[in-house]
C-alpha cells in the first residue's frame, strides 16, 4: 500500500492512521523494521516532529518499538495485540506456557482436521530440523526449528483468528522455548513431537490434541521443577 501524502490539518492524526493502515493491511508485518523518519517524512510530506510524534504515539499504544541504534519495529498488529503482548511479557513463564497449553491444544485438534499436503511438508520440515539440530545439541538451531513447528501446526488450522492470535504472541512463545530447552540436561532426550506430527498426519484430532496436552503438561513441569 502506497503512503499518500497529507493534508496541512491534523497532520500527526492522519500520519497515525496512514502509518495504522499499513500495520493493519499486513504491508508492515510484525518484527519488520519500518522507512526511517526522514524515509517517512518525504513520502507522507509532512516535518520530521510530526512523524516523529505519530511514531510515538504508535510505540506508546503498543504497535512500534523504537529501538535506539537499529529504528523502529512493528511490535503488535493491533492495540489489542500489543496490549497483550505487553501483559504477557510481565508473566510468569509458568503463565505463559498455560496460554500456550490453551492454543496449542486447539491448534493440534484443528490441524489434524483441516492440513493439507502442504501443511504435512512443512510441519515435517521443521520436525526434522528440529530433531537434527537437538541431535548435535544446536540449541540455536533447536529453538528456531522448535518454534518453527508449533507455528506450522497452528498455521495448518486454516483459522484466522487463532493464528492471528498465535502471531501475537509469538515472542512470548519463542522465549519460552529458550527457557525450557536450555533448562534441559544435556543427556536428556528432549521433549518428543513426533507423536503429535503422526496424529496429524493420520487425521486423529483426539489423539493430536492429547499429544499437544502431554508435551505441554512436560514443560509446566520443568517449569515447577
Do not use: K
Request: proline share 2%.
Amino acid at each position: 500500500m502506497p503512503l499518500a501524502s497529507t493534508r496541512r490539518t491534523g497532520l500527526v492524526d492522519q500520519v497515525i492512521s496512514q502509518l495504522r493502515a499499513q500495520i493493519d493491511s499486513g504491508e508492515w508485518g510484525v518484527g519488520d523494521r519500518i522507512p526511517t523518519e526522514s524515509e517517512l517524512a518525504d513520502q507522507l510530506e509532512v516535518g520530521r516532529n510530526t512523524v516523529r510524534e505519530a511514531v510515538r504515539a504508535l510505540a506508546h499504544a503498543g504497535l512500534l518499538e523504537i529501538r535506539q541504534g537499529a529504528g523502529t519495529f512493528v511490535r503488535a498488529s493491533s492495540e489489542l495485540a500489543g496490549a497483550l503482548r505487553r501483559r504477557l511479557e510481565r508473566s510468569q513463564l509458568r503463565e505463559n506456557l498455560e496460554v500456550r497449553r490453551a492454543l496449542e491444544m486447539e491448534a493440534a485438534r484443528l490441524a489434524a482436521e483441516r492440513h493439507t499436503g502442504e501443511d504435512l511438508e512443512t510441519i515435517d520440515r521443521a520436525m526434522a530440523l528440529r530433531e537434527s539440530a537437538w541431535r548435535e545439541r544446536d540449541m540455536p538451531a533447536f529453538v528456531e526449528a522448535d518454534f518453527a513447528f508449533h507455528r506450522a501446526v497452528v498455521n495448518a488450522t486454516h483459522n484466522h483468528l487463532l493464528i492471528e492470535l498465535y502471531d501475537d504472541i509469538a515472542q512470548v512463545v519463542y522465549e519460552s522455548i529458550v527457557q525450557t530447552a536450555y533448562d534441559q540436561p544435556a543427556d536428556d532426550e528432549g521433549i518428543d513431537h513426533s507423536r503429535l506430527a503422526e496424529a496429524i498426519h493420520a487425521g486423529d484430532s483426539q489423539r493430536a490434541l492429547r499429544e499437544a496436552a502431554c508435551y505441554l503438561d512436560e514443560l509446566l513441569s520443568l517449569a515447577s521443577d
